[in-house]
């Protein structure tokens, strides 16, 4: 014979209210202690299902990004980097300019946080519920190259097309053919005014053009890229290099 809890508990697996089935027996008798009412107790069953399962979706956006690395803003010392005001950075961890579907372009030297800057900013936006994705550009011109070929590429086109935000990192670091150009061109323009995009990249985008070797192509992604934008230069030495552990002490 089944109890009442745990009939109680199959019924709650059934309703799929699972995360509160699982503490359920927990939560009676804590109830039961503090005599709450039967709303208060409803209430907190309810809650603990509701927060349980925001805390799952944001580890399952957390998964989809791919990033390269965890590194928040808390980790990013704003002393080492003059470029980048506290005042600034508070405001794009407002982040408006998902709302409003600005684009980011950090550049500047190796090693002056573009990356870590990047991806603090997509775990602000992941915590508050939005999707993001970090790739590299020599990845995405890989993926692109083998969207049709093999499907992990085509379900990665998919996530990108799906996610609020899309880090694409070191752009134009390497040179692209003219079928590349193109697909990049055809990527930015369906996340155009859709999702927001971060750009890291070592060359201004004066330079860009010379990389992608369409002047066509790359003012219509330029164009798009910076319709809606916020540029930040970032200067300074290299973080890396400056806080280098010393190999060799003696
Ligand atoms: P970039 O993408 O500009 O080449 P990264 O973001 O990869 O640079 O930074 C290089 C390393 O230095 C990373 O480990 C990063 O966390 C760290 N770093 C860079 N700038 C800072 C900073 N101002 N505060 C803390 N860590 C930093
Ligand atoms: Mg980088």
Do not use: C
């Amino acid at each position: 014979m089944m109890n009442t809890n745990d009939l109680l508990k199959k019924q709650m697996r059934t309703l799929r209210i699972t995360e509160a089935a699982s503490v359920i027996d927990s939560l009676l008798i804590q109830s039961e202690h503090g005599q709450d009412s039967y709303q208060v107790f409803l209430n907190k069953v309810l809650d603990y299902e509701l927060k349980k399962r925001e805390e799952r979706k944001i580890q399952k956006l957390y998964k989809l990004a791919r990033f390269p690395f965890n590194k928040t803003l808390d980790d990013f010392n704003l002393e080492e980097q003059q470029s980048l005001s506290l005042q600034q950075l508070n405001q794009l961890k407002e982040l408006n300019w998902i709302e409003q579907v600005y684009n980011i372009i950090l550049l500047g030297p190796p090693g002056l946080g573009k990356t870590h800057i990047a991806v603090g900013l997509a775990v602000e936006a992941i915590n508050k519920g939005y999707q993001a994705t970090f790739i590299s550009m020599g990845d995405l011109v890989k993926v692109l190259n083998t969207q049709d070929l093999l499907t992990k590429s085509k379900n990665t086109i998919k996530r990108i097309l799906k996610s609020d935000l899309v880090i694409i990192d070191d752009l134009m670091y390497m040179a692209m053919n003219g079928q590349e150009a193109n697909l990049f061109f055809q990527l930015i323009n369906k996340l155009y005014n859709k999702s927001s995009i971060i750009i890291t990249s070592n060359k201004g985008p004066d330079e860009w053009g010379e990389l992608m070797g369409d002047i066509g192509i790359t003012t219509a992604i330029l164009d798009r890229l910076i319709h809606k934008v916020e540029i930040i230069h970032l200067k300074g030495d290299s973080y890396r290099i400056k806080h280098r552990q010393t190999i060799f002490n003696n």
